[in-house]
């Protein structure tokens, strides 16, 4: 509760919509130093958390700032068929930076918040369900394309029309998402969606040489003799360790029960161990998956490898299905379980 309260002079905004940044110690919240925007995810994925705060303490304050974002989100324009813009200003209230739309940084979680809010309210709020379902729709309308030569399923980027077929790592998390959601009674074609993208980013580490996804791909979408699906640009070729993809083989694993996701994830693991474990223990982020012989160790470990990956992996290795139930636990994006709520 005390951290909690902390936190919430950031909501002190003309608009509602927190500023990203707190100091908790003397009170006061600010924008970055060079916009009034905050991200949409940002603003979109702390109502889990301070939901939760809200039924633990008995104080509905919380609740109430998170949930009046989300309504405020849900009238906005700015939207292509349930697809958000990366940036929301904290004085207007209005999204920025209109016309591009993506599920990788700065956006992902807002998809992942509609859904999972939806599960741990105990399926009552129709507007998140909605929000979720259209845009999955406009995943499908507008972001899907099939790469060359295996003919992948991914999720590109639109910027004022344009698609571009680059893919960040960050999207792997979609197919935990869709099965999560088809699992909890949403259509049958979002669990066929789910299988097609984790094959993707599957493949977005057995195409490369360490066997390691870098933090960004652009497919083709030409067959070219020689290419293989996954084009990686020099910028984009480190590895940080990141939880996406693990954590959607866990999910797919839960639910299926097929043993192929056991065995990505088992290869994965066994990549981490030959390129990023370092002699004295713990793991480094890596400069260049392409490079087996000199993957070029970056000297640092994110709180997210200990935080969620090794932790989704651990899960997908367990067969037990109440070593965190998904019928009575929701995983907030940073892999901390929070119990679904039951009615009193």
Not at 50 to 72: I, N, P, W, Y
Not at 187 to 213: F, N, R, W
Not at 224 to 251: C, M, W
Request: aromatic share 10%.
């Amino acid at each position: 509760k005390d951290i909690g309260n902390r936190l919430m002079p950031a909501f002190k905004t003309p608009s509602k919509i927190p500023y990203s940044d707190v100091n908790i110690g003397r009170g006061t919240a600010h924008p970055p130093r060079w916009t009034s925007d905050s991200t949409v995810a940002e603003v979109t994925s702390i109502q889990l958390e301070f939901r939760e705060l809200s039924r633990l303490t008995g104080d509905d304050k919380f609740q109430k700032a998170v949930d009046e974002v989300m309504k405020h989100v849900h009238t906005l324009s700015g939207k292509n068929d349930g697809l958000v813009p990366m940036f929301i200003n904290t004085n207007s209230g209005q999204f920025t930076h209109l016309g591009v739309y993506t599920l990788g940084a700065r956006a992902d979680s807002y998809y992942e918040y509609l859904l999972k809010q939806w599960i741990q309210g105990g399926k009552k709020e129709n507007e998140l369900l909605e929000d979720y379902m259209r845009a999955i729709e406009g995943v499908k309308k507008h972001l899907l394309q099939r790469s060359q030569p295996k003919k992948l399923t991914f999720v590109g980027e639109l910027a004022h029309g344009h698609f571009s077929a680059k893919m960040d790592h960050l999207v792997c998390f979609l197919p935990g998402t869709l099965a999560l959601g088809a699992h909890n009674g949403l259509p049958a074609d979002h669990m066929k969606l789910a299988e097609a993208l984790i094959e993707t980013c599957y493949q977005m580490y057995a195409q490369v040489e360490t066997g390691l996804s870098p933090e960004i791909v652009h497919f083709n979408l030409q067959a070219q003799k020689g290419h293989r699906d996954v084009e990686i640009k020099p910028a984009d070729r480190h590895n940080l360790l990141r939880p996406e993809t693990v954590e959607s083989l866990f999910y797919m694993y839960r639910f299926t029960g097929d043993k192929k996701y056991q065995d990505w994830g088992w290869e994965i693991l066994q990549n981490f161990n030959k390129y990023t474990r370092v002699p004295t223990g713990g793991y480094t982020s890596i400069n260049n998956v392409q490079n087996p012989s000199n993957p070029e160790p970056r000297d640092k470990m994110e709180s997210f490898f200990l935080g969620e990956t090794l932790k989704y992996m651990f899960l997908l290795f367990s067969d037990d299905i109440d070593l965190v139930n998904l019928d009575k636990y929701v995983f907030n994006t940073e892999a901390h379980p929070l119990p679904i709520w039951v009615p009193a």
